[in-house]
Structures are given as structure tokens and as C-alpha cells.
């Protein structure tokens, strides 16, 4: 799944709580609560000590977003990124320091076992979500949380040993794959000839960088998904980042270097603070969903263009994305 390549890249955005580990409760067994860690970056045996895992969580607008993160070994450790989905206090704060939520509901407890690619997780505890869509948000986080480990390709979710619906409606899902992340015009998704991309859009805050599904008639390109970013989103809470009547002269991707080359109308985003950034942004994570990306340069009418209180774009880790 693309998906896996580009939350590597978010990884130092979201650094505020980039290193969990869950602590041990009442009876001797683990709270689901993940607190931050210092990282141990110049051990040399730190990727033997840690695995980088991705976590799904929810934005204040109910998308779902990826999250990158170091879990410390540990047997069972697709239960150790569930219980980091928990909404303890700890978990809660270190979701919020990031702009985003967790999904699963204080009390509820879990087991995992794994067979011929499919995670059974049985929900036990007692608890409850206010809504249809926060169980969805829910499902769809545990789902795609779990199906990032290579043994696992679908999710079966019960309840207390059964399956069905939960109190206000979503259906519990059985041996599920991965969920689309937020998905525009699904209502094409299953015709002939149509290809689905993963454009990337910031909410209104700018705080968080929501991926967006779109399904097109044609297989993505370069030039198709940078189009696309600067048609913008019909979904609600996510904000354009191109000037109006900006268009698109032309985008190529050439030995890990991308370039992509606007019309004058583009000079505009100056205006507003933190908008260039924003677009550079945006560009460079749904460029890297189809080819590996060192930089990015954007241009206009074929010179490079930077505002000048812009921050340092050319660099390999371009805006501290990886």
C-alpha cells in the first residue's frame, strides 16, 4: 500500500510523541496508556530495540490519519499499537499535542490472535462511543493499524466473542483489508478503468496533513495528482493551498528530483503566512506516493519561486518530513 512509504516522511512532524511505551496497570497487567520516551537514536542496536510501526488516529474533523512511530519490542506488540489507541489521559494529551485524537475508548480491553493472515481482535471491557461515526472511526483505525504488519491482510473485530453491531449501528467487520483512507468520489471506485491515488491535504489549521483517497479515470501521474491537489477537496475541513485561477504548466519527476511549474497566479500564496509551505508540502507527500522523492523545486513560468521568508526548501528532508 502506498500509504506505508509516506508516514515514514511524517515521522519528525509528529515527533512530540514519536517514542511510546505502555505502562504496566492494576493486577500486573498492561494499562493501554503510551507515554513519550527519549529516542535512543545513536544507540546502534536501536532498530533491534524498536519497530517503527504506523498508527491510524483521528483528526478534530474525523479523518484518519497515519502516524509513524518507534514501539519498543515486545511480545504481542500488534497489541502494544492497539493499546496506544486508547483514550487514557496520557494517550489522549499525546494525541492532542499532534492535533488528532484516539479512537479507542477508555476501558476497553482487547485480544489478539493471528491465523492464516487474519487478526482476530475480541473487544471485552465496559464502554461505549457517542456515535455511528466514532465507532467507524474506531474500526477503521484498529483495521489499518493492524493490517500495516506483513502478517496481517484482513481484521476480524467481536465483542465479547461475537459479532454483529455495536450500540449505534456499525457493523463489527469480518476478515476486512484495509480501509481506503478517506475517500472522495467512491461512488467510481469499482468501474472499469479507474485508479485510485493518495493526494494529501492540510485541515484548516494547517496542524495536521490529512491523505486523501481519489479515485480517477486514468492511472496517476506526476502531472494528474498535482492537478488534482490544485483542484482541491470537496470534503469539508480541508484547505486549498493554491491561489485561485493557479494553474498547472507542468510536473516531472527525474532521478529523485521533482518539479513541478505553476502560472503567475501561484505568486499570490505570499500573501498569507504559512501557505507556501503548506502547498510545498502537500506536493511533496502525494508526489512521494508514486515515486521516491529527494526534493522538490516549484516554479513559476519555469523559474524557481520561494517567498522570501519561506522556510529552506532545498534540502534532502525537505520541511522536516522525514
Known sequence: MAIKKLVCLLLTILLACALLSCSNGKNGKPDPVCVPTEAPAETPDAEATFRRSTLYFVSDEGFIVPVSKLIPWETGIAKACLACLVSTPENASAAREMGLVTSIPEGAGFTISIRDGNALVDMTGEWALPSAEAELNMIETIVNTLTEFPTVSTVTITRNGSG?????????????????????NEE?????????????????????????????????????????????????????????????????????????????????VKDTEGLYSLAYRTVFLTLSELYDIDSLEIQVNGERFAPEDAEPQDMVNPAGMR
Not at 454483529?164 to 472522495?184: D, H, I, K, M, S
Not at 494529501?200 to 483517497?213: C, E, L, Q, R
Open 164 to 184: 454483529g453491531r455495536l450500540e449505534n449501528g456499525a457493523e463489527l467487520p469480518v476478515r476486512q483489508g484495509a480501509y481506503p483512507l478517506n475517500p472522495e
Open 188 to 268: 467510481i471506485a469499482t468501474m472499469a478503468g479507474v485508479s485510485e491515488a493518495v493526494l494529501w491535504f492540510p485541515n484548516m489549521s494547517g496542524a495536521v496533513t490529512v491523505p486523501v483517497t481519489k479515485y480517477m479515470g486514468k492511472e496517476p501521474t506526476a502531472y494528474s495528482v498535482v492537478s488534482a491537489l490544485i483542484e482541491g477537496s470537496k470534503q469539508k475541513g480541508l484547505r486549498p493551498c493554491f491561489p485561485e485561477n493557479t494553474l498547472l504548466l507542468g510536473a516531472a519527476v527525474e532521478n529523485g528530483r521533482a518539479t513541478v511549474n505553476l502560472s503567475e497566479d501561484f505568486k499570490a
